[in-house]
Nanobody, 114 residues
């Protein structure tokens, strides 16, 4: 059973920063890709950022220039660095991994509010 353990959500003021972490229960290289999706209340889940096993990254237009996805091989962890946060970034953020099927973390709440 693959587990994706997330951490790092919380409350932050507009313009602030947060870092999310996702540690899978097996090697990050055992997946074709890993990434972060988000789901705001009443909206569909959407991709924010993704990194492939080769290190290629792609971002949704709404996070380009503000969010960065990275990985620490030694720690077997994928990160989402979020800067210049806006109230509209408020959502539950889910770690995602793909290898023949989708794997999901439990979600972590990010709230951007003054």
């Amino acid at each position: 059973q693959v587990q994706l353990v997330e951490s790092g959500g919380g409350l932050v003021q507009p313009g602030g920063s947060l870092q999310l972490s996702c540690a899978p229960s097996r090697s990050i290289f055992s997946f074709n890709s890993m990434g972060w999706f988000r789901q705001a209340t009443g909206k569909e889940r959407e991709l924010a950022a993704r990194i492939t096993s080769s290190g290629s990254t792609n971002y949704a237009d709404f996070v380009k220039g503000r969010f960065t996805i990275s990985r620490d091989i030694a720690k077997n962890t994928v990160y989402l660095h979020m800067n210049s946060l806006k109230p509209e970034d408020t959502a539950v953020y889910y770690c995602h991994a793909y290898r023949s099927r989708d794997y999901w973390g439990q979600g972590t709440q990010v709230t951007v509010s003054s």
